[in-house]
């Protein structure tokens, strides 16, 4: 039961952010991913090709959805667009850092993109922004509380997940 709840909560909670829309899918989608690769990540166990594939081939059918609920090609292009911007941003930062930021990372920045840009492109950015603050603020807590050193590596596709659905929120609220 306890191993169902957190994915069910999420799915239930990206329903309630999106409602049947093909960005409420590409959230529930999301949803699944998360837990998932929080699991691998604790177990210090490389990302399943298997699990980043199914997720990418499900996320783009919902931009393909999009497109044809939407009857024009705007929305799939921007998703696509964000989805190979977000990557793109952490391909660079990785280039940039010399490592640390492994490639299942970026596929899963990817798939956030694609996921978010459903909306609009500022979402994706958004997301982007949200799982770095995320992060950073994790990272701060390890530090103070001694559990990570500062040179130690912080698993970063949960935080993705994570600034997915922190930038997904404000778009169901009031005002």
């Known amino acids: 039961m306890l191993r169902v709840l957190p994915p069910g ?8 952010l999106a409602g049947p829309t093909p960005f409420g899918m590409a959230l529930a989608a999301l949803a699944i991913l998360g837990p998932l690769l929080m699991r691998a990540e604790r177990a210090r166990r490389p990302i399943p090709d298997e699990l980043l594939l199914t997720a990418a081939i ?17 929305r799939p292009l921007t998703a696509l667009v964000s989805g190979l911007a977000v990557a793109g941003v952490l391909a660079g930062s990785s280039a940039l850092l010399r490592g640390g930021i ?9 798939i956030v993109g694609i996921a978010t ?4 492109w500022t979402t994706a950015a958004k997301a982007l922004w949200w799982s770095a603050a995320l992060g950073g603020a994790v990272a701060i807590f ?9 040179r130690d590596l912080l698993p970063l596709s949960p935080m993705l997940i994570a600034g997915a659905f922190m930038a997904a929120v404000p778009l169901t609220l009031p005002g």
Do not use: P
């Open 142 to 150: 390890m530090v103070l509380a001694k559990h990570a050193h500062r």
């Open 117 to 120: 840009g459903l909306n609009d």
């Open 58 to 74: 499900w996320v783009v059918a919902c931009t393909i959805a999009a497109g044809f609920v939407d009857q024009t090609a705007r």
């Open 102 to 110: 492994c490639a299942a990372d970026i596929a899963v920045a990817g």
């Open 9 to 16: 909560a999420l799915i239930a909670m990206s329903w309630w």
